[in-house]
Structures are given as structure tokens and as C-alpha cells.
């Protein structure tokens, strides 16, 4: 595959003959002849210069013929000189998103607020503005904030604890200590781990030291010490936040879904919450703020190295969840960037009443 570098070298001619195949490509899914880039070009290019054009892209790497006469495709570099031409004025083309997009979704996130079906609503949102697969993951508890903690003696040297969050959010378990101690006792040890721990998220309150509560040795701190040893799994926050997916449909209709192997590869990713909720984590890990388009070849992920899929940073209450849109490489990308900047920019801003 061409580096950066060798892609900076693209003269004009290349840059606009490439781009015509990949725009035509993307509307009619088929491979472009020279002659049909010659009439999109509208200049006075003959076949002749487009050909030998369009054979020097394919000896570069960026476009491939799947027979004999037939036109060009573009491959996986192909894909991406002209998705890094498109992000390169991205400062500009934010202000050209399709028709009446921004005001769906600013309506779509409104409805889905408050709703128990909320991430699917997002994640049907987000489909239908990018005509692909629209995935949601939201926030792991690990970040979610401890506002207080309560704890209840249940005999035996049983507690139950309670931790509630800042999402009204509710942890419970049972922990066991070593000995059985007064109702009082528990209840002010309780109130002590809420004044240390309060404010920490879920992943600072499980790694802070015990010893940290027990400042003066008396019964509650020696109790809130033990509770916050024992109930080290209850505060470790490592429950999986909520994924959902919709736009099946959208993406199976495309022509690269005819053949089997797409398409049991992308029924594995999607038989697999937890599958598809690391999958989205190892991409957005390898990206500063989170954004990332993977074309093909590109992804380190065995599975979608047939698709190309877009990952982005959101805010979900408060905290950082992750929407994806997964499709061919043949994607609509300039739609595709637009939804997913709209959704990212409406679920950021502050939330207006939910409509009915």
C-alpha cells in the first residue's frame, strides 16, 4: 500500500481522475471506464490521457482491474487519498451537511432522552443519517462517579453495601468480614468510606489503598477499612456498558454482501457484544481523540478487513461512550463523516426537553 509520502506525490491530473472513479464508483458500485471519468471531468481530457492516467494509478496502487476490459475499482489506497482529501477541509465541508441532517438529529437525540431504549434509538439514528451500520457503546461503569455509599449489617459478619452513582446508578452486594459488629458501628463505617470516596470514579475508589480511610484506629475505621478490602470487586466498576446496533438492512443490500464471506464475517462481529465492544475499544486506543476511519486492509482487526468502519468519541452522560458506523468500503463517506459529526457535536451540547 503507497505511504503518506508516496500519496503527497499524486499530480492534479491523478488527484482528479481518482477522485471521479471513486465518486462514480461509490454511486454505481460498478467498475469505471475511462470513457465515463472523461464525461464526469467535463474538460477537454481525451480517453487517451484518462487511460494512461488511470494505468498509472493502478501501477501506484490505487486503483485495480477485476478482468480484462473491464474498468477500474479503487483499492483500500484509493479509498483513503480520497477520504484524506475529504477530512483535510473538514473545517470548511462541516457546514455541508446533507439537507435537513442536523435538524433530525438534534430531534432524533431529544426523543431518545430519558428512553429505556435509548442506545438503540442512537444507534437507529445514527444508521439512517449515514445509510450504514450504526453502532453505540455506552460508557463502562468504570468511569461512572461514586456519590455515596451506604452500608447495613446483616448479621453474621455479613454487609450489605450499597454504592450509588452519579447516573442514579446502583452497585449492591454482600461482603463478609471477619467478625459480627453493631448495627451503629457498620452504618458510621459506611459514612466514613462515602466521605473518602466520593467524587473518585468507579476505577479510582476500587484502586485506592484501604489503609487510606483508617487515619485513627478505632471500630469504624478498622470496619471501613475491611469493607473497602472486601468490596474491592463491588467497587472495581467492570461491568460492560450497554452496545446496540441497527441498519442491518442498510448495509446487506450493498452488491459486496452478495458474496458469503462478507457476510459471515459480518454476522460473526455482530454475534458478539463483548467481541464487538473490544473491537471498538482497540480502535478508538489507537487514536488520539478517538477518531478513526479503518478502509479495508487497513483495520487491525482480521474480521473487518473487508469493510471500512469509522469509530468517534461521544459524550453519554457524562461520560465517554463510542458510536461506530461499519459498511463496505464502498461507503457513502462524505454522508457517513457528516452523521457521525452531528451526532458527536448534538449528544455534546446541552440537552434540551425530550420531545413526545
Known amino acids: 500500500m503507497p505511504t503518506s509520502s508516496q500519496r503527497a506525490k499524486l499530480d492534479d491530473r491523478s488527484l482528479a481522475v481518482l477522485t471521479a472513479i471513486v465518486r462514480l464508483n461509490l454511486e454505481t458500485g460498478r467498475p469505471v471506464s475511462s470513457g465515463l471519468v472523461e464525461r464526469s471531468l467535463q474538460r477537454a481530457v481525451s480517453s487517451a490521457t484518462v487511460r494512461n492516467v488511470m494505468k498509472r494509478l493502478e501501477d501506484g496502487g490505487y486503483l485495480e482491474q477485476p478482468h480484462t476490459s473491464a474498468g477500474r475499482l479503487p483499492t483500500d489506497a484509493g479509498y ?31 426523543r431518545a432522552a430519558g428512553s429505556q431504549d435509548r442506545m438503540k434509538l442512537l444507534a437507529g439514528l445514527l444508521s439512517r443519517q449515514t445509510d450504514s451500520l450504526g453502532i453505540v457503546a455506552g ?29 442514579a446508578a446502583v452497585r449492591t452486594g454482600l461482603v463478609t468480614l471477619p467478625e459480627d459488629l453493631p448495627e451503629q458501628v457498620v452504618a458510621a463505617a459506611g459514612r466514613l468510606l462515602s466521605e473518602r470516596l466520593a467524587g473518585r470514579t468507579l476505577r479510582e475508589a476500587a484502586a485506592a489503598e484501604p489503609q487510606a480511610v483508617d487515619l485513627v484506629e478505632t471500630p469504624v475505621t478498622r470496619c471501613a477499612a475491611r469493607l473497602a478490602r472486601a468490596g474491592r470487586e463491588l467497587l472495581r466498576g467492570s461491568d460492560a456498558g450497554e452496545i446496540q446496533f441497527d441498519g442491518v438492512a442498510s448495509v446487506l443490500v450493498a452488491p459486496e454482501f452478495q458474496e458469503p464471506g462478507p457476510l459471515r464475517a459480518l454476522l460473526r462481529f455482530l454475534e458478539s457484544p463483548e467481541a464487538m465492544r473490544d473491537t471498538l475499544a482497540q ?11 479503518w478502509i479495508g486492509r487497513e483495520n487491525p482487526v482480521d474480521g473487518l478487513r473487508c469493510f471500512t ?28 463523516l457528516h452523521g457521525l459529526d452531528s451526532l458527536r457535536r448534538e449528544l455534546a451540547a446541552p440537552m434540551g426537553p425530550p420531545l413526545n
Open 139 to 167: 460508557p463502562t461503569l468504570a468511569e461512572a462517579t461514586v456519590q455515596r455509599i451506604e452500608c447495613y449489617g446483616r448479621g453474621g459478619g455479613r454487609v450489605l453495601m450499597v454504592v450509588i452513582l452519579d447516573d
Open 80 to 110: 483513503r487519498v480520497f477520504v484524506d482529501r475529504l477530512l483535510a477541509g473538514w473545517a470548511l465541508r462541516r457546514h455541508e451537511a446533507p439537507a435537513g441532517m442536523e435538524d433530525q438529529v438534534r430531534q432524533g437525540v431529544r
Open 309 to 336: 468502519v469509522m469509530t468517534r468519541r461521544v459524550a453519554l452522560d457524562g461520560r465517554t461512550g463510542m458510536v461506530a458506523v461499519v459498511g463496505p468500503r464502498r461507503m457513502p463517506y462524505l454522508r457517513a
Open 283 to 293: 480502535l478508538g486506543a489507537r487514536t488520539s481523540d478517538g477518531f478513526g476511519v
